[in-house]
């Protein structure tokens, strides 16, 4: 039945790793002792090797989980630290040596973790145990170990010596056991010692006879009794002790101890009492596996309900489908290529073409605004426009050159720069709401990742794309190299009087708007009365003093003060609400620009500007509207060919290579793990799978002793 041992530690292993519910809990070995009572000589005697942190100060801050797994058939001894992925380490120097540095990370304030160090040592020399051990009680408080550490370790404490647990209570001989906090705590939780050991260490350190009197134990019964052990090593000992090179501890501790109990035959071999780390060892090989043993029964039928119901909620939440983390990644990965390619729709040519032509229009109303709407001969141009008598060209060279003007400020306007970044910014904003959105939320450093490659790629291609479009709307700077037929003409007529139209409509909307605000049609009429008035006297006294011409620099004081003098006589016979008085400036501004935009309507409709091209300089509007469109077809054409077709043909590229292949297994797995539904997902379903092996397994075990037991009892 040894096997059983072995497997239910495999079996305990496996529950571990699924949370630490009381129900799912195997028996084992808890190691508890004051400070400097032999706990670690033990347990290193146990294990073969010297592997403890060591030191003064070093007390064991965080509980060790110590595996024991018996390797008959191999040579190699080594222990892995399964949490920290570091491998297999054969040098038990460096094991020391990581569980000092994992028992110093654990802050000074917070004195002990609860969280425990899981070490597995696989070894031909050691036995199948599970061995916990915990920090030394402290018995008396000091400076460097004040009373709250003492507080936490015995709590710590009691939190792991309670069943099924064994407890191995070590004490030293040269104290009093009335004294051994191991003992008062296991006799509070198991008063018969029924699932206690007792391990007297320093046995060479009391006289025979007071050490085979402790280990009869009549003062403080234990049901499984104690063992007296000489466990002390130096290091190196077994090397040298040994005089073998490859002699391990446990062995050298034996030979040692051999020496010791044998030349005191008369205490301890005519006695029943037991001695020895080897008989140890072989003590709690027989109390673990019997209490695996009669765990296996309840820990059957635990398992049994827990499997119940991880299935059932498996069969409710997923409809039993089995994902994984590489499945998840492949699918987010599958989503965002696709995804993004449903977005790219609107990034085709004629919708490019639309944006681009939107900003143009912009464009082509600011120029009009900057150089005919507030030019006051632009209402004469309007009439000469409806005069048939009136031949191109008669026309004043006034009117071609503003028209030169108008168009090389239009195509000299940044607009490579401009259309770029507006497409630029259109993908941005597409990337940045893919990244900021479901699943990306859950995968912050993967979303940074698209934002940055993404970014990347636009910047690369920014400056061509910009310096590209502008090379090819080079021909449009001159006005004279702009070729347009009759058809080109009446589309841009067209567009450019619905572009006014909507203009007037909103500089109609904002009149009405500032109508209702200062409280209808007489009193807007009535406040740019006044501010008509108000501008002339500011016309007159501006006039005035530059008749007088004083002194600039009295000039300057008196010019402040003269306005407000003058105000006053104003003011008090009309008392005017000053947002009202700004209100109305604003309304007779529109009012200006919507007369224009009814003279230049009124033309754009006109015979002449119907006619066509060659009266270009008569209709400006449409010659500037035809140029923006030309302009807007050339810049969609390059950005599609330096900036969308290369975006679209890296970005699913830049997928695959930044976010997909330098991804390893565990880094796949913590991302899916980042998204806390796939989280829950995959841990009930790891859950559900270990149990469904752990039930196969304890079924097996359970059996196996169906088979064995009569046969055993009839013999
Ligand atoms: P821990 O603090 O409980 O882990 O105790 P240690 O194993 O570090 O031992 C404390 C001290 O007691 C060390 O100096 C050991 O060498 C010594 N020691 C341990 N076991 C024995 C023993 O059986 N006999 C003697 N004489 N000293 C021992």
């Known amino acids: 039945l040894m096997n059983l041992t072995k497997k239910l530690i495999g079996i305990r292993t496996i529950l571990l790793s699924i949370g630490q519910s009381e129900s799912l809990t195997l028996p084992s070995i808890v190691v508890i002792g004051s400070q400097s009572s032999g706990k670690s000589s033990v347990l290193e005697a146990i294990v073969g090797h010297e592997f403890l942190p060591k030191g003064n100060n070093m007390v064991t801050r965080r509980p060790i989980e110590l595996t024991l797994i018996h390797t008959p058939d191999a040579a190699a001894e080594y222990g892995v630290f399964p949490a920290l992925g570091l491998g297999k380490m054969t040098d038990f120097k460096q094991i020391q040596k990581t569980l000092t540095d994992l028992n110093l990370a654990v802050p000074a304030s917070e004195c002990v973790s609860d969280e425990p160090i899981d070490l597995r040592i696989y070894s031909p020399h050691v036995p199948d145990l599970t061995l916990i051990d915990l920090p030394g009680y402290i018995q008396l408080a000091s400076m460097d170990q004040p009373e709250e550490l003492k507080e936490k370790i015995a709590a710590l404490c009691d939190r792991y010596i309670r069943e099924p647990n064994v407890i191995l209570a070590v004490c030293a001989a040269d104290v009093d056991l009335a004294n051994s906090p191991a003992l008062r705590a296991s006799k509070r939780v198991d008063p018969l010692g029924l699932r206690t050991i007792g391990v007297v260490t320093k046995m060479d350190l009391v006289p025979p006879e007071t050490g085979a009197a402790i280990l009869e134990g009549n003062r403080y019964p234990l049901h499984l009794g104690y063992v007296g052990v000489v466990a002390k090593h130096t290091p190196g000992e077994a090397r040298r002790a040994g005089r073998r090179d490859d002699e391990n501890l446990s062995s050298a501790v034996a030979r040692k101890e051999d020496s010791y109990f044998n030349s005191h035959k008369d205490q301890f071999g005519a006695k029943s009492v037991m001695v020895g780390t080897s008989t140890l060892r072989q003590r709690l090989m027989e109390v673990l596996e019997a209490r695996m043993s009669s765990s296996l029964h309840g820990i059957t039928n635990a398992v049994q309900l827990e499997l119940e119901e991880a299935s059932y909620q498996f069969k409710v939440q997923y409809n039993d489908r089995r994902i994984t983390a590489e499945s998840y990644v492949a699918e987010t990965m599958d989503a965002l290529k696709a995804r993004f390619k449903d977005y790219t729709a609107a990034f085709r040519k004629p919708q490019i073409r639309a944006k681009l032509k939107g900003m143009l229009d912009e464009k082509v109303m600011d120029v009009l605004e900057q150089l005919y709407w507030g030019d006051k001969r632009t209402a004469e141009l309007s009439s000469l426009a409806g005069d048939a008598k009136v031949r191109a060209e008669n026309l004043e060279p006034y009117w071609q050159y503003k028209l030169e003007a108008a168009s090389s400020l239009l195509t000299k306007s940044g607009v490579g720069r401009d259309s770029t970044n507006l497409v630029a910014d259109g993908l941005r904003n597409l990337i940045d709401s893919i990244a900021s959105g479901e699943p990306y939320s859950f995968h912050p450093e993967a979303a940074d990742r698209i934002v940055q490659f993404s970014h990347a790629i636009l910047r690369e291609r920014l400056g061509v794309t910009s310096d590209q479009v502008e090379n090819c709307i080079k021909p449009y700077k001159m006005k004279s190299e702009v070729e347009m037929d009759d058809r080109e003409w009446e589309a841009g007529r067209e567009r450019a009087v619905s572009l006014y ?176 539904s796939i989280r829950r997902h995959l841990d009930l379903q790891d859950r559900k799978d270990k149990l469904e092996d752990v039930m196969k397994q304890l079924q097996g075990l359970v059996n196996l002793r169906k088979d064995t037991q009569p046969t055993a009892r009839r013999q």
Do not use: W
């Open 501 to 676: 139209e909507k203009e007037l409509a909103s500089c109609q909307d904002q009149l009405a708007s500032i109508k209702k605000r200062v409280g209808g049609n007489r009193k807007l009429s009535s406040l740019l009365g006044y501010v008509t008035k108000l501008e002339e006297e500011e016309r007159s006294k501006a006039a005035m003093r530059l008749a007088l011409s004083t002194t600039p620099k009295e000039d300057d004081k008196d010019g402040e003060a003269a306005p407000e003098a003058s105000t006053p006589s104003l003011l008090d016979n009309y008392r005017y609400n000053p947002a009202h008085v700004v209100d109305a400036r604003r309304a007779a501004a529109y009012i200006d620009r919507l007369a224009i935009l009814k003279l230049r309507l009124a033309a754009l409709r006109s015979k002449r500007c119907r006619a066509g091209p060659e009266n270009d300089a008569f209709c400006p509007e449409v010659f500037l509207n035809v140029v923006a469109e030309k302009l807007a077809y050339t810049s969609a054409m390059f950005i599609n060919i330096e900036l969308l077709d290369q975006f679209f043909y890296q970005f699913p590229r830049e997928i695959d290579s930044r976010l997909m292949y330098d991804l390893d297994r565990a880094e796949i797995t913590r991302f899916a793990r980042e998204n806390p």
